[in-house]
């Protein structure tokens, strides 16, 4: 039998198989952690000048007239709040596969719940269904490989992923939870295409993935079938001689959830280790930025193209090059947690000292070690000294966690550069409480046009 034909099935069943009365305190504990520091984000992202044109278009597609809410389309409202989080770049990672799981998730599931008015305990085994999907298709398609050549991790594995999660809370059968995720897999390409000029849909086909997965589990309810070995056929990601299936995907197999790390501000992961590193450095040497005459950056073969993007950036996602984040590390601390980087500080003489000096290099160590660990290391020349410092493990990874109060902490510094602050002692009492339907009711108020 093809690779590609049992992924599938096992799925289903590991998803039909799901109670939450069977989950223990420490993934309860984890989903609340999760949970938190992605309603906060998209808390945030919603408060962006960056969701506008993605949410236009998406209203204007769903209605003729202004909606009184955009849960008169959940479809709408799923993905509006899964663009919401995703933009942040403060969302979670899994760095096994390079998604990012709690942006498509927690909203997918809470909007899911509303419309089917499920229990508590359904919503929750919807949330651990959709960690479980994402992460399984995602070390089977090498997702921290192929990101590399093209493919987006999360856009690929997202639309299937909301379609299990939507079985599991419309309690669908496991042949029709099978059906669901078959049928949103036909679109299941991964590619985005490579778009220079802004504003580019990056956020639009993710959100478009949602809305065919909640599609994709309602035409199951209703009797449609999919080709349950349709990965193979519409992306080489999904190629049956290199798709690595997990040993255990089925009912019994380990939760993946627990291997999910946080990232502390605004940045890509694959940055993470080496700004961490030169922060590091900096403080523990009491380094003054002007006195730093070169910073070379040492990280895997892997992404060293991606983070050396430019020393002069422009826009909000240039921003996130690796030199303008040591510069923010070193003189503007905590606006590594400004999302919106409506004001880039290009003109501080400072800053462009900073910019100036970094080089970014290849390791071969790091290299080897890619992709169980996303290392990243700093060597900062002052004058006739040197000092080096090396991060395999960046704060927010799962051997390095984040507690509750540095998310809060995070989540009210992020609060500072966006229109409307984070409630975060608000959304703190409902994640607590496992209040889904007051946390959605808390993200809809920030998100609506």
Known sequence: MAPDRKLLPDL??????????DLDAATIDAVKLHGFDALGSACAGAATSEIGITR????????????????????????ILVTACRLTECDDIHIGTCTTPSSVVVAVALVAGYVTKASQETILEGIIAGYQT?????????????????????????GITAAAIAGKVMGLTERQ???????????????????????????????SAMQSGLLAASAAERGMHGDEAIL????????????????????????????????????????????????????????EPRAIDKITVAVPQHYRAMIDRTNRPKTKSESRSIHYQLALGALYP?????????????????????LDRVEVVA?????????????GAVKIAVGAKSYEREVLHPRGDPENPLSWDAIAAKLQTMSRYVSRPIPVPELTRQVQALDFSACLETLLERSEA
């Open 334 to 354: 905590d606006e590594l947690c400004d999302i919106e980087r409506a004001t880039l500080h290009t003109d501080d003489p400072a800053v462009l000292h900073i």
């Open 134 to 158: 994402m992460i399984t298709l995602g070390l089977a398609a090498n997702g921290a490989e192929i990101i590399y050549r093209g493919i987006w991790p999360t856009y690929l594995t997202g």
């Open 232 to 287: 193979g056929k519409v992306s080489p990601a999904w190629n049956p001689e290199t798709l690595k299936l997990p040993e255990e995907a089925g009912p019994g197999a380990p939760l993946h959830l627990h291997r999910i790390g946080f990232k502390p501000y605004c940045t890509s992961r694959q940055g993470l280790s080496a700004t961490e590193a030169f922060i590091q450095a900096m403080r523990e040497e009491k380094l």
């Open 177 to 207: 939870i099978r059906d669901a995720m078959a049928i949103a897999a036909a679109g299941a390409t991964g590619v985005t295409g490579r778009i220079e000029e802004e504003p580019a849909p990056r956020w639009l086909v993710l959100a």
């Open 56 to 79: 236009d278009a998406l209203l204007r597609a769903a209605f003729l007239t202004p909606p009184k809410s955009i849960l008169d389309h959940p479809g709408c409202a799923a993905a």
């Open 363 to 375: 390791s071969e160590r790091l290299t080897k070690l890619y992709p169980q660990q996303w290392g």
């Open 12 to 21: 289903a069943a590991f998803i039909t198989a799901l109670r939450a009365r």
